[in-house]
């Protein structure tokens, strides 16, 4: 079967959709040719694809793909436009014909609604890495009571952001300064906190959950 791809006015259009889930998790790496990508801890790459069901000039589905190093492909999504219809005989979909593209039945679709389940969807991915046939539990740290402080503060009281003045505002009679930097620097490397700005990650919340059971 000849592939059929998109025009660059409907890549256009469904980056109204992935830009906001990029927003929202950390790790995106904005559309490389058809494809939107992110890379997030633990060697996870994911990847979003705008497809067809019914015919060529009609894309009507997001797929998305992740994959890791170690086991190859082991999960996989599906985000039908049609399931966020509030209209079973108008389903939303973009509509391209001659490199023209345009949203038909926009006003009956409940993005926000496929957006936050792509972003739960990632997130979810992210805890994966705790798995031990995903990655050894060894190459991560046992965290000590200070550590897991640090994590608990960082999520109550600053967002997730893991920001070191703050952090060494409160704890400084228990860490040096020195010593909380290198420890963040160490669980960035780890991909356990993200980069630019720095947060806290699910694997981080996860494992520090894992450590209190």
Same mark, same amino acid.
């Given at each position: 079967m000849v592939r059929f791809y998109p025009s660059y006015q409907t890549l256009r259009l469904a980056d109204q959709i992935l830009e906001d889930i990029g927003n929202r998790v950390a790790g995106y790496q904005g559309r490389i040719g058809i494809n939107w990508y992110w890379r997030l801890p633990g060697g996870l790459l994911v990847t979003f694809e705008l497809d067809y069901t019914i015919t060529e000039q009609r894309w009507d589905v997001l797929r *998305?793909? @992740?994959? #890791? /190093?170690?086991? %190859?492909? =082991?999960? @996989? +999504?599906? +985000? !039908? =436009? $049609? #399931?966020y219809a509030t209209q079973i005989t108008s389903p939303p979909f973009i509509h391209e014909l001659e490199g023209v593209s345009e949203w038909s039945n926009r006003l009956y679709f409940q993005m926000g609604y496929l957006i936050d389940d792509a972003v739960l969807w990632l997130n979810m991915?992210? $805890?994966?890495? +705790?798995? !031990?046939?995903?990655? !050894? /539990? *060894?190459? =991560?740290? #046992?965290l000590t009571t200070l550590e897991k402080n640090l994590v608990v503060? *960082?999520?109550?009281?600053?967002? %997730?952001? =893991? &920001? +070191? &003045?703050?952090l060494y505002a409160v704890f400084k009679e228990q860490i040096s300064r020195r010593a909380l930097t290198k420890l963040a620097q160490q669980w960035e490397e780890l991909g356990l906190l993200s980069s630019h700005p720095r947060r806290i990650t699910v694997a981080l919340r996860a494992l520090t959950e894992l450590d209190e059971s």
């Open positions: *998305a793909e @992740a994959v #890791t /190093p170690n086991v %190859g492909l =082991f999960n @996989a +999504l599906e +985000l !039908p =436009f $049609a #399931t991915l992210q $805890a994966v890495i +705790l798995n !031990p046939q995903i990655r !050894p /539990p *060894a190459t =991560f740290p #046992t503060y *960082a999520h109550r009281e600053l967002n %997730g952001h =893991f &920001k +070191l &003045k703050q």
